[in-house]
């Protein structure tokens, strides 16, 4: 496969792999920037037809065109079922959407980021304004440069909401140790009493097994489980997230309730998540819903990880 660098000398094409076997290819515009972090390679590139884009490893993390599908999808179910979020924990969240997304809730008082490469988050502040929209800038906000699962495992504060907007579980990468039983009932303990956790959950056409095991593991520790997905273009697939609850069930919502929520709470209009999409995000077909009761599906642990399909 050729590299990205070598791909922009050429002035054609970016390969994605969506599975060893699968890939979509994407006309390149220009690439804005190209480097290596400690972590992982970044650019910025501008594709023919979703505008400007970040790229970690080789995986479009997200696109100026269809972003805020994603990002309001991964936020607002887990705000909005809570009556009253004050407190935020992000894990992840480079470009700073999450942030913004979290920020537009009038009851936000903080929001802790927490992502350990600083590279990223410096490189979208200075090519990706149309993401973060001055996120970084935002009092509400305290930014952490470190580990989310050493955070966790040290801190002792409380929150409402808790966002794990992760790279997928990918085996010898940074994040499979955030997707497993003793990470999450870390997160559980770091809950308020009527808190909710929802992380990114991979593919649910092209990593259906690995979603239904993260689905299961969220479940195996919290109370309430809901797994739910959206289609993002850029992902090229339906794309999952799970909620980890312990009491309050976003399922429980009526379309009214979640607009009526919007309208009150909200600062500013949503692109995409309302009470009609919230319905339709949970209405997951048969398929999916008979993988997630598949017993034979055990929850992933520190020593029995699930890693996407190599």
Not at 48 to 60: P, S
């Amino acid at each position: 496969m050729m590299s990205l660098e070598d791909m922009s000398r050429e002035g054609t094409w970016f390969i994605e792999f969506n599975t060893p076997f699968s890939y979509h290819i994407r006309g390149i515009k220009r690439v804005l920037y190209n480097g290596v972090t400690k972590y992982q390679r970044v650019a910025i590139v501008e594709f023919e037809d979703l505008g400007k884009a970040l790229v970690l490893d080789g995986k479009t993390q997200s696109t100026v065109y269809d972003e805020f599908i994603y990002h309001e999808s991964l936020v607002h179910p887990a705000m909005i079922a809570h009556p009253n979020p004050r407190r935020v924990l992000i894990l992840g969240g480079g470009e700073g959407a999450t942030a913004r997304e979290v920020l537009k809730h009038r009851s936000v008082e903080e929001v802790v980021m927490v992502d350990i490469d600083d590279d990223v988050i410096k490189i979208s502040r200075d090519y990706l304004p149309e993401m973060h929209q001055g996120a970084f800038d935002n009092p509400k906000l305290r930014l952490i440069i470190g580990d989310g699962r050493k955070f966790i495992e040290e801190s002792k504060d409380k929150f409402d909401i808790i966002i794990l907007d992760l790279t997928d579980p990918l085996e010898g990468g940074p994040s499979y140790l955030l997707y497993t039983v003793e990470f999450y009932t870390m997160i559980k303990d770091r809950l308020n009493d009527n808190g909710l956790m929802v992380t990114q959950a991979t593919s649910t056409f092209y990593a259906l097994y690995t979603f239904a095991a993260i689905y299961r593991t969220v479940a195996s520790v919290f109370p309430v489980a809901r797994a739910y997905h959206t289609y993002v273009p850029s992902f090229d697939s339906t794309w999952g997230f799970v909620i980890g609850s312990k009491g309050l069930d976003p399922v429980s919502l009526t379309p009214e309730e979640i607009d009526s929520r919007i309208k009150n709470r909200i600062n500013g209009e949503l692109r995409y998540y309302e009470g009609d999409i919230h319905r339709v995000l949970f209405t997951l077909p048969r398929h999916i819903r008979a993988l997630l009761e598949n017993k034979s599906i055990k929850p992933a642990t520190d020593k029995n990880p699930t890693f996407l399909p190599a």
